[in-house]
């Protein structure tokens, strides 16, 4: 059973419950060193550089999970450790934490909490996207194997006033942690160990009546699956600060001449505009999605669109109409073939990428907060990696120690 379908359950009617988490911070004089970026929008070529270039970068201590992904968890959770004992991080406690991320363009702000599974399992947190099987369990391995969490679950929910008012109040005072990582993104952090203003946000958070995963669904049905822990680490959200970004597909193939007979067959299922071999810009129509190959880029604009959410999305139908029928990626959840970009910046990377192997691109518009919502809502799923939030809160700036069996702990 996958993490995106083990959350069927309908909201619950209950108060949220949030609870305190012992947290680890850590240490201002090396975040900026330490820090990498979010796993997931780095290719395996901007790893391996960031890792030459940084020794004190966490993508030493969190590599790749492999096949085995319980033996990587149990050297990045020994690795965390040292850290620890070599004070990189200062445990700070059973605590809240408010984390600020901030662009030239772009600001907000998240409660880090605890959310008890078993109101995760009773429908208080939504899922609008499939996981990938193999990635859920090497997910649920490592965190287990590690005792650990290095980054939480981003959740969204709509602004609640008094919330929003306590969270603001926090973050008008001196903050724990101020630095700038990758992609000149700004992060504060300030931790709340005042049991009085844990109460008042406690309440405040109790009116949020469900809560919907915007990044880490892997990391859900790892926490649902997990032996060693009974809370998920959250950072809650309001939805009308998230900024969405889209996330592009790319198929690397063995046969030369697939690319050109894809082409051929884009005007099957919609109209088709030749764009050239430059870069195109993002597309921005409801039924638009771009096609690369290194003969060049083209947009598809789908004919015969359904009305509902979210089969008429661009990413559903990429799936529906061009990846499972043309290339016979039936299950985008274990493909090997199906790889997904995120889009954070233009084409340039992904046009850069078409060549030499052939290879495909596709590229969907961004979906929407306001989309995200109404398919979790109505409990439907589009298929994996269709959102992407920017900023993310990405591993590393707070830890979660969920066993403990060294003497490095406090």
Not at 106 to 132: F, M, N, S, Y
Not at 176 to 204: N, S
Not at 260 to 274: K, T, W
Request: charged share 25%; proline share 9%; with cysteine.
């Amino acid at each position: 059973m996958t993490g995106a379908s083990m959350i069927t359950s309908e909201p619950g009617t209950t108060a949220l419950t949030i609870v305190p988490v012992e947290l680890h911070l850590v240490e201002p004089s090396v975040a900026e060193r330490m820090i990498p970026p979010p796993a997931d929008a780095l290719t395996a070529a901007q790893r391996e550089e960031l890792v030459a270039e940084e020794p004190l970068s966490l993508l030493h201590v969190l590599g790749p999970e492999g096949d085995d992904g319980a033996t990587a968890g149990r050297i990045a959770g020994d690795r965390i450790r040292e850290l620890v004992a070599a004070n990189r991080y200062r445990y700070r406690g059973s605590c809240f934490a408010v984390h600020e991320l901030a662009t030239s363009d772009h600001r907000q702000r998240g409660l880090i909490v605890g959310i008890p599974l078993e109101d995760v399992r009773g429908g208080q947190v939504r899922a609008h996207e499939q996981t990938r099987a193999d990635r859920e369990r090497r997910l649920a391995d490592f965190l287990d194997a590690a005792g650990m969490d290095v980054s939480p679950v981003v959740l969204t929910h709509p602004a609640v006033d008094e919330l929003g008012a306590l969270v603001d109040e926090v973050a008008s005072g001196e903050p724990d942690l101020d630095f700038t990582g990758w992609h000149g993104v700004a992060h504060r952090v300030w931790m709340i160990e005042d049991p009085e203003r844990r109460a008042r946000l406690a309440k405040a958070a109790g009116a949020i009546e469900a809560l919907t995963i915007v990044d880490g669904h892997h990391r859900v049905a790892a926490a649902l699956a997990s032996q060693t822990t009974d809370t998920l680490l959250a950072e809650l959200v309001p939805d009308g600060a998230l900024r969405m970004v889209g996330y592009d597909r790319r198929v690397v193939l063995e046969d030369p001449d697939v690319p050109a007979r894809v082409v051929a067959g884009l005007s099957d299922v919609g109209e088709v505009q030749p764009l050239g071999d430059g870069i195109p810009q993002r597309p921005s129509g409801d039924s638009e999605v771009l096609v690369g190959t290194s003969e060049g880029w083209h947009r598809v604009t789908f004919r015969e669109v359904p009305d509902e959410l979210p089969d008429r999305l661009p990413a559903a139908l990429l799936q529906e109409r061009l990846l499972a029928p043309m290339l016979g990626i039936t299950d985008p959840r274990t493909d090997p073939r199906l790889e997904y970009v995120p889009g954070l910046d233009d084409l340039a990377e992904l046009h850069r990428s078409l060549w030499p192997a052939p290879t495909l691109a596709f590229v969907p518009r961004a979906i929407t907060v306001a989309e995200l919502l109404e398919i979790a809502e109505a409990g439907r799923m589009l298929p994996p990696k269709s959102t992407y939030v920017d900023p993310k809160p990405g591993p590393g700036v707070l830890l979660r120690l969920r066993v403990r069996r060294m003497v490095t702990d406090p």
